[in-house]
């Protein structure tokens, strides 16, 4: 059984552009939570997906915006990228209320 | 707002030795609370939780117990492996399914 599967794993990009990372939950999760994390910080949480909506969000800008399929897989899309943004990406799953699983992430580099 | 707060790292054990991780918060309601370790190049495995006052989460030899009364969440285990050599971070969750909202980080180095 697959966990959740987080892709690219790593990527380095410019200053000032953007960015589309990508999440598949572990099967039989229907939620998707994102989170950036900072070299040596503990990770901080942008949004939560469920149904396709946007159900909570974080102190994030508008920069930062999502997406979920309805196969329940997600995109995490950061436009105007600042080497501040560059960070380790987290995702994510749950099933209703029950515990997260989280993918390996993907490494932001912003140059 | 709600927060987390971990006592500073690293923190460098030999084997067999006695561990403890201070972890402290603050929240409005009666949250959830949670131990995750992050091994190197790895996402985060959740290694115990606890819903409410008094419990006590434990797995892999390590405990924590929910203590309301100091807004604490602490973690020990009685002999540290280099296996454990990781980073821990304490976490919480004001209602089940929401936000988790994590400490800074503690790193454990055990060496043989």
């Known amino acids: 059984d697959a966990g959740v599967t987080q892709s690219p794993t790593h990527l380095i990009k410019t200053r000032g552009q953007q960015v589309t990372l990508r999440c598949s939950p572990k099967s039989g999760h229907d939620t998707v939570s994102w989170y950036q994390q900072a070299l040596g910080q503990g990770p901080q949480f942008i949004f939560q997906?469920?149904?396709?909506?946007?159900?909570q969000r974080g102190n994030f800008p508008d920069r930062f915006s999502g997406h979920q399929f309805p196969n329940y897989s997600s995109e995490l899309n950061v436009n105007a990228l600042l080497l501040g943004d560059s960070a380790l990406y987290l995702c994510a799953s749950s099933q209703r209320q029950r515990g997260y699983t989280f993918g390996s992430g993907t490494r932001l580099t912003v140059v | 707002g709600d927060s987390v707060t971990q006592m500073e790292g690293p923190v460098t054990l030999s084997e067999e030795a006695f561990l403890t991780i201070n972890c402290t918060y603050t929240a409005t309601g009666y949250p959830s609370l949670f131990w995750y370790v992050q091994y190197p190049g790895e996402g985060l495995q959740l290694l115990l939780k606890a819903t409410k006052a008094d419990d006590k989460g434990s797995n892999k030899g390590f405990e924590a117990t929910y203590r309301k009364e100091t807004t604490s969440f602490h973690l020990e285990k009685g002999s540290v492996q280099v296996s454990d050599s990781a980073v821990y971070f304490c976490a919480l969750s004001e209602e089940a399914g929401t936000a988790l909202i994590f400490g800074k980080g503690t790193t454990l180095s055990v060496s043989s």
């Open positions: 997906y469920y149904e396709e909506e946007e159900r």
